[in-house]
């Protein structure tokens, strides 16, 4: 039975199903557990209330956590979208509240969502994705209250460009981000909204996993990243035999911020 350790809820202002309907239909797909990570995007343009109702989310969830306690397993997580001003303010809130999970993504740079393309204005798309990974790598070196790092290379969903560059232009800096996550204890995710956008390769790409894999990385989970019920699991079986193929043993599901390992 899988673990579907990245979903949106309707507490995310872009998720499109309740908690319970998503909860329902984790139930009829048999998986193991479930981890709820509802968008948390500070300082955004266009979008500053994209925000999560801390007291409200958490009543919800320990009211189906104990609703469900029977037929599945709920986890209490959130994604934090991080940029560089924000290190202290999402500390604070993982300080504050009983995360099981927390996801740390980079959505936005200098409060441009990378969704709204503002941000790849006037740079070509060499630029683009190395102000992306650079950025990324000053999130790890700074930021330390997370679990796992969310869809590592986003910057190819959205690049409005005719190309998706090859990792190995910037294979130095992807390094250094991993061996950092590595060192503190961190971990990735697989991301299959790669089969919703139809990217050419996984989420992040099979090159960047099998680098986490050779550097000695071990903690990895697997999510969907789905906003509505109909994404839930996606493709998760292709997934897991991938993983144990490249030579994963085990997927990671979290309690209270630590990692549990099971077996593949």
Do not use: W
């Amino acid at each position: 039975m899988y673990s579907d350790y990245h979903i949106h809820s309707n507490f995310s202002p872009d998720g499109k199903s309740s908690m319970e309907e998503m909860i329902l239909r984790a139930i009829d797909l048999n998986l193991k557990e479930i981890c709820f990570t509802d968008h948390v995007d500070y300082d955004i343009k266009y979008m500053d209330h994209f925000i999560v109702d801390y007291d409200k989310y958490f009543e919800s969830l320990n009211y189906y956590i104990e609703k469900y306690k029977d037929k599945i397993s709920i986890k209490k997580g959130i994604e934090f979208g991080l940029q560089k001003q924000l290190f202290e303010k999402c500390a604070e809130d993982v300080k504050k509240y009983p995360f099981d999970f927390v996801i740390c993504s980079q959505h936005a740079i200098d409060r441009m969502d990378l969704y709204y393309k503002d941000f790849f204005e006037d740079k070509d798309v060499y630029e683009a994705y190395d102000i992306y990974y650079r950025e990324y790598l000053n999130i790890v070196k700074n930021f330390k209250s997370y679990n796992i790092l969310g869809h590592l290379d986003l910057v190819k969903r959205y690049g409005p460009y005719d190309q998706i560059l090859d990792d190995d232009y910037f294979i130095d800096i992807i390094t250094e981000i991993l061996k950092q996550a590595i060192y503190d204890g961190k971990g990735i995710e697989i991301n299959t909204s790669c089969f919703k956008y139809n990217l050419p390769d996984l989420t992040p790409s099979r090159k960047i996993i099998k680098l986490y894999k050779e550097l000695g990385g071990e903690i990895i989970t697997t999510g969907s990243d789905g906003h509505h019920t109909g994404f839930l699991a996606c493709n998760f079986k292709y997934i897991y035999d991938y993983l144990k193929e490249t030579g994963f043993n085990y997927i990671c599901t979290f309690d209270k911020m630590k990692p549990i390992f099971n077996k593949i």
